[in-house]
């Protein structure tokens, strides 16, 4: 996987790209399996930030209308 | 959350595409605080946070078929859903006022871990203040290169570089025996 291609991964996995730059994106996840791995590699590495998070009660009605 | 068993998760979410909506509900209560936590920070909306929960879970439950472990633990692949949902309701919405990039107020929202147990942390600290700012406010608020451009008060082509380079620098931190890193 190119370098470039791995940055993109990660900027996309990141959530700073635009509109229409994670659109082409997307379309590489469905369409290359090694850039849908780059994905999925950058998903492992930044994900476990979100354990900083402390969970947050939705209100009961968002249950109701799924 | 991330400490709850995650084979439990991965059974409700087998039993989720076998149609099971017992599991799917069970699925929802043990997960939907951390998921509801992540939107209500992007979205910086509780009605909208709301509205991205509900799709987020119908996305979740119909397509709970296509997780397998290696796209990682079962409650990451659900935020990346949820984080997926919200950041496509920010770019389509018109601009909301932006957060500062104060670090305090950043990590009074998600605070960093005392003990830096997870290697993403410990990364971020080896960066230099601005790129570890606009990495968290990138991951955490789901800014775009141009509204971290705004927040910074630098030219776009500049914010760009900074996280291209965090990024590269963050991937050479995590994964040291890459050559190719």
């Known amino acids: 996987m190119p370098e470039v291609s791995e940055d993109l991964a990660g900027e996309f996995v990141l959530g700073a790209l635009e509109a229409n730059e994670r659109s082409a994106v997307e379309r590489r996840i469905r369409n290359e399996p090694d850039f849908r791995r780059a994905v999925d590699a950058w998903s492992h590495r930044l994900m476990p930030l979100l354990e900083r998070m402390s969970p947050v009660i939705p209100p009961a009605s968002t249950w109701a209308a799924i | ?111 960093p871990h005392d003990i830096v147990s997870v290697d993403v942390d410990r990364c971020l600290r080896r960066l230099d203040a601005t790129q570890s700012k606009a990495i968290l406010m990138a991951f955490y608020f789901g800014l775009s290169h141009a509204e971290l451009a705004q927040v910074f008060a630098v030219p776009l082509g500049t914010m760009k570089s900074t996280i291209r380079r965090a990024v590269a620098r963050l991937k050479e931190c995590l994964d040291p025996d890459d050559v190719n890193a």
Request: hydrophobic share 40%; with cysteine; glycine share 4%.
């Open chain 2, 1 to 111: 959350m991330l400490t709850q068993p995650e084979e439990l998760l991965l059974e409700l979410l087998r039993a989720t595409v076998l149609g099971d909506q017992i599991a799917s509900a069970e699925l929802y209560r043990i997960t939907s605080g951390k998921l509801y936590a992540i939107a209500s920070r992007m979205l910086r909306r509780a009605d909208t946070a709301s509205d991205a929960l509900q799709e987020a879970y119908v996305r979740i439950w119909t397509q709970s078929g296509d997780y397998d472990v290696d796209k990682g633990q079962p409650i990451h692949w659900m935020a990346a859903i949820v984080r997926h949902v919200c950041i496509d309701m920010l770019r389509r919405t018109a601009s909301q006022p932006l957060p500062s990039p104060d670090l305090q107020e950043i990590e009074e929202v998600v605070p």
